[in-house]
């Protein structure tokens, strides 16, 4: 039986994972741990999952993220990418992959998959993760969740929509964009 999939307003959870974030010859890797980002002040953090590396879709949706990493930043947001992939794996990807090489956010490798089954977003046949996207607060708390199918890429400009939602703390009718009168 899989686990309830967490949700908003529950603590993302704690982990401490290995993560790729350069192509440099020992540079390649780090350590990422949840406390890292909630000790920013002010740092909201987005965290993306995709099923599997040397796939179709999935780098569609990497390359989208990463066109996009100064409007997160501009945002106070960090950009985490996820996979149950290994970092080897990752790595190969990213040297592989022509729209990976200049990734400029970490690919985190949950290779024990304890995290993606914490979230509650293994998937029960593959045991790899689904599509998963959680904006995450300063505090740690989880304040946005999307989940899609394996076969269905997702839209970075409407994560990037609702983060904006959440950030003016106010409230924002239907289809509403950043700069638009809230309620």
């Known amino acids: 039986m899989a686990n309830r ?3 908003i307003g529950e603590a993302f959870p704690q982990f401490e994972k290995t993560a790729v974030v350069s192509l440099e010859k020992g540079q390649e890797f780090v350590t990422l741990t949840a406390e890292q980002f909630r000790n920013e002040v002010g740092q909201w ?3 993306f999952w995709w099923p599997k590396d040397f796939t179709f879709v999935c780098p569609t ?3 989208a993220f990463n066109e996009s990493f100064e409007d997160f930043r501009d945002r106070d947001t960090s950009l ?3 996979s149950t992939d290994s970092e080897f794996v990752h790595l190969a990807w990213r040297k592989d992959h022509e729209d990976l090489r200049g990734l400029k956010f970490p690919m985190l490798a949950d290779t024990s998959k304890s995290l993606a089954e ?3 977003i293994l998937e ?4 790899i993760a689904y599509r998963a996207t959680f904006i995450i607060d300063p505090d740690g708390i989880i304040r946005w969740v999307s989940v899609y199918d394996l076969n269905v890429g997702r839209n970075v400009k409407e994560v990037i929509r609702v983060l904006d939602g959440l950030q003016t703390d ?3 009718p239907c289809n509403w964009e950043k700069g638009e009168a809230t309620l």
């Open 45 to 47: 953090t987005v965290m």
């Open 5 to 7: 999939m967490i949700s």
């Open 124 to 127: 029960p046949n593959e045991k």
């Open 170 to 172: 106010e409230l924002c």
């Open 118 to 120: 914490e979230l509650g």
């Open 80 to 82: 985490i990418g996820a």
């Open 61 to 63: 949706e990497i390359a």
